[in-house]
C-alpha cells in the first residue's frame, strides 16, 4: 500500500465512524425518550421483550447503547433480569441491521443522501429537521466512508505479508481473539462489522477467512456494558453477565457448527457475489439462530449469571452517599454518550426519590416531636436534615454536569426541572427541622397545645405525609395526576386558614396561651410551604415527563 491508501485507508474510517455517529445521534435525539418509555413499560413477555430490544436496536444502530440502557434500568430497580434478557436477545438481532444495509450496495446514492441530509441542517433552524438531516447525512457519510475504505485496501489483495496474516484468522481461536480485541477497542461491532465488510469488498478477506472473526465481534460488543456496570448494584452486574453468556454461547455453537459442517460454504453460496452480504447474512444468521436457541432457556442464563455473581452480605455504607448517580459518559465532542441520556434522567429520579423520602420521614419525625413534646427527636431530624443538604448538593452538581453535555433538547428540559425539584425537596426538609424545633421551645417553655390544636396537628401531619406520598407513587404524570395534588395544595391553603382562625378563637376562649397560639401560627406557616414546594414538585415533575 502506497501512503496515499493508508490516508485514503484512515480518512475513509473516520468518515465511516463519524457518520455512524451522527446517525446514531440523529435518531436518539429524534426519539430517545419514546424509547425510554417503551422500555420503562416492558411487560415481562419474552417475544415482546425480543421485538423491543430489536427494533429499538435497529432504531439507534448500538447493541452498546441498548445494553447499556438495560444495565441503568436494572441497576435502578426500573427493569428485572428476567426482562432484560429478552431485551439483548433483541438487541443482538437488530444490530445485524447496519451490515445489512451496507450490503445492499447503496453507496453510489451516497452522496445524494450526504447532500439531503446537510442541507437542511445548514439552511434551516428548526431542531427536528436537524436531528432528521444529521440521520441522513450520517447514513450518506458512512457509505462514503465506506467506499473509501475498500478502494484503498484494494493493493492489499497483492500483498503476501498481509495474505498470510490474514490466513490466520482462519485459526478458529486467533479470529475470535482478534475480532473480540478490536471491537473492544472501538466499543461497536456494527463499526467493526463494516471494517470486515470493507476488507471483504476489496477482495482481501473472504468468508471462511473472516467468519471466525465475525463470531468474535460479538464477544467484544460486550465491553461497553461491562464498563457501564462498574459500580452498579449486583443485578445490574448480572446483565452483563447474561450479554456475555449470550454472545459466548452463540460462538461456541456456530464455531463447532462451522468446522464440522459446510454452514459457511452454504451462507456464501447464497450471495456468490457479494462478499459484504455473505458477511451480513452470517451475522444476522448467527444473532437471529442464537436467540431461537437461548429463547426457551432464558431463564437458565439468568440463574447462571446469579450463579456467577451470587447474592452476598453487603457491607452496610457507612456516611452520607449517593445511591444511584455514576460519573457521566460523554463522546469526544463533548456530548452525553449515545444510549446513556435515559440512564442519566433515571439515575436522577432515583436519587431524588431516595431524597424526597428522607424528608418524608423527617416530616412524620417533626409532627411527632411537637405532639408528644419530644425535643430529644430534634438530633435525629437534624441528621437527617445534614443528609437531605448533602444529597441537594450533589444532585445538583451532577445535573449542572449533565446539562453542560447533554444536545437532546426533551431530555435538557427533563433534567432542569429535576434541579428545581431538589431545591424544592431540600426546602420542605427545611420546613420540617423548623417544626421539629418548636418541641425544644415547648419543653423549654412548658407550652402545651389543647386537644382540638392536636387534633388539627393530626390533620396537618396526614395531609402533609398524603402529599409527599403522592409525590413518591410510580403513577402516570398527568394532567389529572397534577390536578390532584393542586387540590391538595388548595386543601392545606384551605386547612391553614381555618385552623389560623380555630387557634385565634381558642385563643379568645381562654383554652390556649398567647405563646402557644403564636407558635401554633408559626408551625401554619411552615404546613403551608410544605404544600407549596410539593405542588412545585408536582409541575416540575409533569414538566419533565412531557
Known amino acids: ?18 457518520g455512524m455517529q451522527m446517525m446514531s445521534s440523529g435518531l436518539e435525539a429524534a426519539a430517545g425518550n419514546r424509547m425510554k418509555s417503551i422500555l420503562e413499560k416492558l411487560t ?14 435497529a432504531v439507534i444502530q448500538s447493541s452498546s447503547a441498548t445494553t447499556v440502557m438495560v444495565v441503568g434500568f436494572v441497576n435502578s430497580g426500573m427493569m428485572n433480569l428476567r426482562q432484560a434478557v429478552w431485551i439483548i436477545m433483541g438487541a443482538n438481532i437488530g444490530t445485524t441491521i447496519t451490515g445489512q444495509l451496507i450490503a445492499l450496495d447503496v ?17 434551516m433552524k428548526n431542531p427536528k429537521v436537524h436531528h432528521i438531516g444529521s440521520i441522513l447525512a450520517g447514513l450518506g457519510i458512512l457509505f462514503i466512508g465506506m467506499d473509501m475504505m475498500s478502494a484503498a485496501m484494494e ?16 485459526n478458529p481461536l486467533v479470529g475470535i481473539l482478534t475480532g473480540a480485541i478490536f471491537t473492544a477497542i472501538i466499543q461497536s461491532s456494527s463499526a467493526s462489522v463494516g471494517i470486515l465488510q470493507a476488507l471483504a469488498m476489496s477482495g482481501v478477506v473472504t468468508l471462511p477467512t473472516a467468519v471466525y472473526v465475525l463470531f468474535g465481534q460479538n464477544i467484544g460488543t460486550c465491553i461497553t456494558a461491562v464498563l457501564a456496570a462498574i459500580g452498579t448494584s449486583r443485578n445490574a452486574k448480572r446483565t452483563t453477565v447474561i450479554h456475555l453468556s449470550f454472545n459466548i454461547i452463540g460462538t461456541i455453537i456456530f464455531t463447532i457448527a462451522c468446522m464440522s459442517t459446510p454452514l459457511t460454504r452454504f451462507v456464501a453460496n447464497l450471495t456468490p457475489d457479494n462478499a459484504a452480504a455473505q458477511i451480513a447474512n452470517m451475522h444476522t444468521l448467527f444473532n437471529v439462530v442464537t436467540t431461537l436457541l437461548l429463547l426457551p432457556v ?22 452520607m452517599h449517593l445511591q444511584y448517580l455514576k460519573p457521566i459518559t460523554v463522546d469526544k465532542d463533548r456530548s452525553i454518550a449515545i444510549g446513556t441520556s435515559a440512564i442519566y434522567l433515571n439515575q436522577i429520579r432515583s436519587e431524588l426519590h431516595r431524597m424526597l423520602g428522607k424528608a418524608r420521614g423527617n416530616i412524620d419525625l417533626a409532627f411527632q416531636a411537637v405532639l408528644e413534646v419530644k425535643p430529644e427527636l430534634l438530633e435525629k431530624a437534624e441528621e437527617t436534615e445534614t443528609y437531605i443538604d448533602y444529597l441537594n448538593k450533589e ?11 447533554e444536545t437532546n433538547e426533551t431530555d435538557s428540559a427533563a433534567v432542569s426541572a429535576y434541579f428545581k425539584i431538589t431545591g424544592n425537596i431540600e426546602r420542605i426538609g427545611d420546613h420540617a427541622v423548623n417544626i421539629c424545633e418548636y418541641s425544644t421551645m415547648m419543653e423549654k417553655k412548658g407550652i402545651h397545645f389543647s386537644e382540638g ?17 403522592t409525590l413518591a407513587a410510580d403513577a402516570d404524570v398527568s394532567q389529572g395526576w397534577l390536578s390532584s395534588m393542586e387540590k391538595l395544595e388548595q386543601r392545606i391553603d384551605d386547612m391553614t386558614a381555618e385552623f389560623r382562625q380555630n387557634q385565634l378563637d381558642r385563643m379568645k376562649s381562654g383554652s390556649c396561651s398567647d405563646e402557644a397560639c403564636i407558635l401554633f401560627s408559626e408551625l401554619l406557616t411552615d404546613f403551608e410551604r410544605i404544600g407549596d414546594h410539593a405542588l412545585n414538585i408536582a409541575q416540575e415533575r409533569t414538566a419533565a415527563a412531557r
Open 107 to 123: 453507496g453510489v446514492l451516497a452522496p445524494l443522501l450526504a447532500f439531503l441530509g446537510i442541507a437542511p441542517m445548514v439552511f
Open 453 to 469: 390544636a392536636k387534633d388539627e396537628l393530626r390533620e396537618m401531619r396526614d395531609v402533609c405525609l398524603e402529599a409527599l406520598d
Open 44 to 57: 415481562s413477555n419474552r417475544l415482546l421483550g425480543v421485538l423491543v430490544g430489536a427494533v429499538i436496536t
Open 395 to 405: 444532585i445538583s452538581q451532577y445535573i449542572s454536569k449533565v446539562i453542560a453535555h
Open 155 to 170: 493493493p492489499l489483495r497483492d500483498s503476501q505479508t498481509f495474505i498470510n496474516l490474514v490466513s490466520t484468522f482462519s
Open 1 to 18: 500500500m502506497k501512503i496515499t491508501d493508508i490516508l485514503s485507508l484512515l480518512g475513509g474510517l473516520a468518515l465511516f465512524l463519524h
Open 298 to 319: 432464558g431463564g437458565h442464563l439468568v440463574n447462571l449469571a446469579m450463579h456467577i455473581l451470587p447474592d452476598r452480605k453487603e457491607e452496610k455504607e457507612e456516611g
